[in-house]
């Protein structure tokens, strides 16, 4: 028997099929991630945009020429969405973003396997633990969001926040093979558990030898106590992946985003009198309705002055059911023209940032072979290469010189 696990999305839904591929393999199946021939096919949907979306409807088509017979489950943010677009399709299973013990419990249904359905208080599904790559592990803390961004559909899909017990979370990344993990949810600035806030959690976190990074996180989480707790853990990767959205308070307002530009900075200040070599990275959405000249001209100048290194860069995408999708929307050429500006902006603060840290040493943990050389990240997500297979290997590396999308290596010593 085999299965296929295929996922379109973040990296929450990448850890949820994880989690789906642990209980597989546990019963015996020989699961692979990849669209290749097989009896049962798992599909993990993304109703982020409207493009993924379309790639999640197209899915089941693309499994099924490799087997017309197979069992088809999906589930994810788009079949809960959308439902009716997959039972138009005969899939086996339809589930959603929530309640991912269920798909699991069907699976074991069908495969005349055993399993139990386990919830905390708080309604988080508490999931096998997933499997994992060699080097990252992303670690589900948290689900659920609470913040009704007027251009976000996800709230109306993944449901409420909810978050998981410290101990388990302390308990998973002990027990995690890989050096570095990264703390993953939907919103996990709102963590919050057993009395435990995210401050706390990492405070639970301190002794661990393990890297540890944050997934995406909002300005209100960003305060001395939570920045203490990072700083006085034993390996904490200094890179925040700090949501703006946009560098325009008037667009911001629109948003539904609870901080001005003002207090974006501020925050970033904040950052890097704890962390002076810290990476701060970003989302920003261009071409949101109403957005002038000037609006975007605002979130261009923000780039430079928050000393940002990395800019992930998105046109905005309607969603049907969020308040923005009934606001007018901006020219797709108006918004093609700002995300190519954007993304240029965009790289010379990566390029800024790479420079500013040539000649220090840093740890970096290899990863992949590419091209003869592996490539590693140091704490504050620098992508390094340095000659030869040092696959699952950690050094301390002098950055030597900076080559487009990374920087050249020299290894010091092995740790």
């Not at 999640?56 to 994810?76: E, T």
């Not at 974006?264 to 261009?286: M, S």
């Not at 000037?294 to 261009?300: I, M, N, Q, V």
Request: charged share 25%.
């Amino acid at each position: 028997m085999k299965a296929c696990v295929f996922t379109l999305g973040c990296k929450v839904n990448e850890v949820e099929s994880g989690s789906v591929m642990s209980a597989l393999k546990s019963w015996g199946v020989d699961v692979t991630d990849e669209l290749c021939p097989a009896d049962i096919y798992v599909l993990n949907t993304c109703a982020v945009t409207r493009e993924a979306e379309k790639k999640s409807r197209q899915l089941v088509a693309r499994a099924r020429k490799f087997n017309p017979a197979a069992k088809v489950y999906v589930f994810g943010c788009a079949s809960e969405k959308a439902p009716a677009v997959f039972e138009e399709k005969g899939v086996t299973y339809i589930g959603g973003a929530q309640k991912k013990n269920a798909l699991i419990a069907a699976l074991a249904r069908q495969l005349g396997a055993t399993y139990s359905c386990f919830n905390n208080e708080q309604g988080y599904d508490i999931l096998p633990p997933p499997v994992q790559p060699r080097t990252r592990a992303f670690i589900k803390i948290e689900d659920g969001c609470n913040n009704f961004c007027s251009y976000c559909v996800i709230p109306y899909l993944r449901g409420r926040e909810r978050s998981r017990a410290a101990e388990d979370i302390v308990r998973e990344v002990e027990e995690c093979c890989c050096p570095e993990v990264v703390l993953t949810g939907i919103n996990i600035s709102a963590y919050s558990c057993g009395g435990k806030t995210l401050a706390g959690l990492m405070r639970a976190l301190a002794g661990t030898k393990k890297r540890v990074r944050l997934g995406s996180l909002e300005c209100g989480v960003i305060d001395e106590d939570f920045l203490s707790a990072c700083a006085a853990m034993a390996d904490f990767a200094p890179q925040f992946h700090l949501s703006l959205q946009s560098g325009s308070d008037a667009v911001l307002k629109r948003m539904n985003r609870h901080y001005t530009r003002a207090q974006y900075l501020e925050k970033c200040a904040l950052i890097y009198r704890f962390f002076p070599g810290a990476a701060i990275t970003t989302d920003i959405i261009v071409g949101f309705p109403g957005e002038t000249n000037e609006d975007f001209e605002g979130s261009l100048s923000i780039i430079p002055q928050a000393r940002l290194a990395r800019v992930h860069a998105f046109a905005f995408s309607p969603r049907e059911g969020t308040v923005a999708y009934k606001m007018a929307d901006t020219p797709a050429a108006v918004k093609g023209e700002r995300l190519h500006r954007l993304i240029e902006a965009g790289n010379v603060a990566a390029h800024k940032f790479a420079q500013s840290n040539l000649g220090t040493v840093q740890k970096v943990i290899f990863e992949d072979m590419e091209d003869g050389f592996t490539a590693g990240y140091t704490g504050n997500y620098i992508k390094v290469l340095c000659e030869g297979d040092l696959r699952g290997k950690t050094a301390e590396v002098e950055l030597v010189s900076e080559q487009n999308s990374h920087v050249s290596g020299r290894i010091i010593k092995f740790i």
